[in-house]
């Protein structure tokens, strides 16, 4: 299955089942431009680990370690996920500026992992 991380507000979202995966609604984005198939929050960081992160990236090695650990209970969340996109693929959407430190980054690869 392909899974490609995009941030929301950029233009040419490559085609797919396209999920937000933020807690939050981005700002400024209507429903109709979002064109989502689904918002998965269950697969976000907690809202205290996202708080705590506050997308510094000296913060970002230690965010993930704990993603990653919070990912671990919601195995059933992301196989569902992958489940509802079929064979992809799977469109992964964030609104971080940052694309280099963003939390999809980290759920790409538990996904990648269960879809093993």
């Not at 990236?57 to 079929?86: D, T």
Request: with cysteine; hydrophobic share 40%; charged share 30%.
């Amino acid at each position: 299955m392909e899974i490609v991380i995009h941030r929301v507000y950029d233009e040419g979202a490559p085609e797919g089942y396209r999920v937000l995966v933020d807690r939050l609604w981005p700002r400024g984005l209507t429903k109709d431009k979002a064109a989502l198939d689904d918002w998965c929050k269950e697969l976000t960081p907690s809202p205290a680990l996202r708080r705590w992160f506050g997308h510094e990236p000296a913060k970002w090695a230690e965010f993930s370690r704990h993603y990653r650990a919070e990912l671990k209970a919601h195995v059933e969340e992301g196989r569902a996920l992958l489940a509802r996109a079929g064979e992809g693929p799977l469109v992964l959407l964030y609104a971080a500026k940052d694309k280099d430190h963003t939390h999809a980054l980290v759920l790409e690869g538990f996904l990648r992992g269960l879809a093993r």
